[in-house]
């Protein structure tokens, strides 16, 4: 289904537990390993990203680390093309290229393999993660894809905290999907 019913993001949103003050005091924790372990939900969201994606004509995708690892590598695998890890500064082996970006204090650095799209020329890329809060994390994550010698078709989050705007960061980098809103 390329389209969600009311129903059907309801039930993904219920599926999602809210953990009060996590990782520090006055944030609310979007904790997507109950959408996980949750089968009816994770295939539902799952097949949901297939249909929307299956003629895209995509040949990666690249998800952020970590929980952005779980969505796209599942999804990639169901759209029969490969995955491609963007990760935290220092934990890529191989040669890379990194982004770095502003947090509330101090900076940090997401980094990509430099040969990850070498195989296919211009590769058609969609960038994922499980939450778009402030849009810092994707900006940098879409430069990279760019700076890797691909384009970025779109990003899609399962959440967006969008009280936070975080998708206005992305505007000129990259179309955006989100399949559920909050605020
Ligand atoms: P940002 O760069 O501010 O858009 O932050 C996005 C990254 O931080 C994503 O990888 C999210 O997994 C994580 N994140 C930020 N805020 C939350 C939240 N309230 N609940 C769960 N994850 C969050």
Redesign the pocket.
Known sequence: MKTLTDEQRNFLMESIRDVPDFPKTG??????TTLLNNADAFTLLIEHLRARYESSGLDYIAG?????FIFGAALAAKLGIGFVPIRKKGKLPSATIGEK?ALEYGFDEVEIHIDAFEKTKEARVLLI???????????AAAKLIKDAGAQCIEACFI?N?AF?G?TDKLAGLTPCYCVLEVG
């Open positions: 944030i609310l924790f979007k904790d997507i952020i680390e970590s929980r952005g970006y993660d499980d939450l778009i809060a402030t849009g810092g994390t994707a900006a959440i905290l936070l975080g």
